[in-house]
């Protein structure tokens, strides 16, 4: 699922069907991970962001780096994404908001598509599959479909009821989406 950054290293974008979808506990999840087998990982995080970067921090020991198109500039965000990710194994960049929400309703710019595209990242799209199972499927076909520049490489569901949930979601799928599905986030609701 990983593109390879100009040094030859690894790298995606964490990104979401909305807001609150589950990014930052996917970020930390897949960054804890990596870690744990020993990669070194550079977090970033797309916009003015100060709370998920000290949670980067506390997942990889290093700095999370904020990527802010509105004050960097396009080209600066390029040579920070570049100079920050050269020390690393994987370059891993949590987006914001919903992955085609940029500075308004009607442009892209400053999306996490927008950065993605410009960085030649591959995106890792986590979906709320919380009371759904064949409608997983128009939704996520309406985000692969809906801008074919960007590259939704991976899939993680979130709030899966249960495992059975998750099956059930999975094989709901035409064979195009089953293949990039990397795995499943349990839904711990306390309300559930």
Do not use: C
Request: hydrophobic fraction near 45%.
């Amino acid at each position: 699922m990983s593109s390879r950054a100009s040094e030859g290293k690894a790298a995606f974008l964490i990104a979401g069907t909305h807001s609150g979808v589950g990014k930052t506990t996917a970020s930390l999840a897949i960054m804890s991970v990596l870690e744990a087998n020993d990669f070194v990982v550079q977090p970033f995080k797309v916009g003015p962001d100060f709370i998920d970067p000290g949670y980067h921090r506390l997942a990889t020991s290093k700095d999370s780096i904020n990527l802010d198109l509105w004050l960097m500039g396009l080209g600066n965000l390029r040579k920070s994404f570049k100079a920050f990710s050269t020390s690393a194994d994987v370059a891993v960049v949590e987006g914001m908001g919903a992955l085609f929400d940029g500075e308004n309703g009607t442009s892209e710019r400053g999306s996490s598509a927008f950065l993605a595209r410009h960085l030649n990242l591959p995106i890792l799209l986590v979906v709320d599959i919380w009371g759904m199972t064949r409608s997983v499927n128009a939704l996520i076909k309406g985000f692969v479909e809906f801008d074919k520049r960007v590259r939704i490489s991976g899939l993680l569901l979130n709030r899966a009821g249960s495992r059975k949930h998750y099956e059930m979601v999975v094989g709901s799928m035409p064979s195009y989406l089953r293949r990039i599905v990397l795995g499943y986030i349990p839904d711990r609701s306390p309300s559930r």
